[in-house]
């Protein structure tokens, strides 16, 4: 089947010019997790709380990620790992249409897997596959414990995403390896110049 990657050819956005709006997944991103090492580089980004990272609530969600791009200063950029990328996708319809300018997401969990642990968080399945309707790239992991490959490729083509293999790296977090990781950041400014 010969699919194509979505390009991107509006402009150039750098960090400053956007509200980059970090959406952690399932017990949130610790301290050492790329996504809290990024929240306190950019000076622009800021984490969307949820009211209980530990057993989340599908509506609670994607209400608390609505709500925060509405509020939004300026354009967003979302920033999704593992179940925050899910919520991001049940939350697109729900947000200011032409507000959300991206979306970087990392880790897409397959919460529709039958033995998928933790069990709470099948209460986001099925994953949305409707189009998003903002540019977004979905970095896939070749050994990620909670996705296979092609299923995060399936979903990334069902978005209009752009995929990026990222190869043998794990879940792409802390336990992975991915404290820092400069790639993603690299990765990361590369799709805000897209933008």
């Avoid at 967003?76 to 790992?81: I, P, S």
Wanted: hydrophobic residues 40%.
């Amino acid at each position: 089947m010969n699919r194509q990657a979505r390009t991107f050819t509006s402009g150039v956005m750098k960090s400053s010019d956007c509200d980059i709006l970090i959406v952690p997944g399932h017990t949130n991103s610790g301290a050492d997790h790329w996504q809290s090492r990024w929240e306190r580089q950019l000076s622009t980004a800021r984490r969307i709380e949820q009211e209980n990272w530990d057993a989340p609530a599908r509506n609670d969600w994607i209400e608390r990620i609505a709500r925060d791009v509405k509020r939004a200063k300026q354009p967003v950029v979302l920033v999704g790992h593992s179940l925050g990328v899910v919520a991001i996708a049940h939350a697109a319809p729900l947000l200011p249409k032409g507000k959300v300018q991206g979306a970087f997401l990392v880790g897409l969990p397959d919460v529709e897997r039958p033995d998928f642990i933790p069990a709470i968080d099948r209460a986001f399945a099925p994953i949305s596959r409707d189009p998003l309707p903002f540019p977004s790239v979905l970095v896939a992991s070749r050994t990620d414990p909670h996705c296979d490959y092609d299923k995060a490729e399936d979903v990334a083509y069902s978005w209009g995403s752009a995929i990026v293999d990222a190869g043998d790296a794990g879940h792409i977090n802390t336990d992975s390896g991915h404290g820092p990781w400069p790639e993603g950041l690299m990765r990361f400014a590369g799709f805000l110049k897209q933008l």
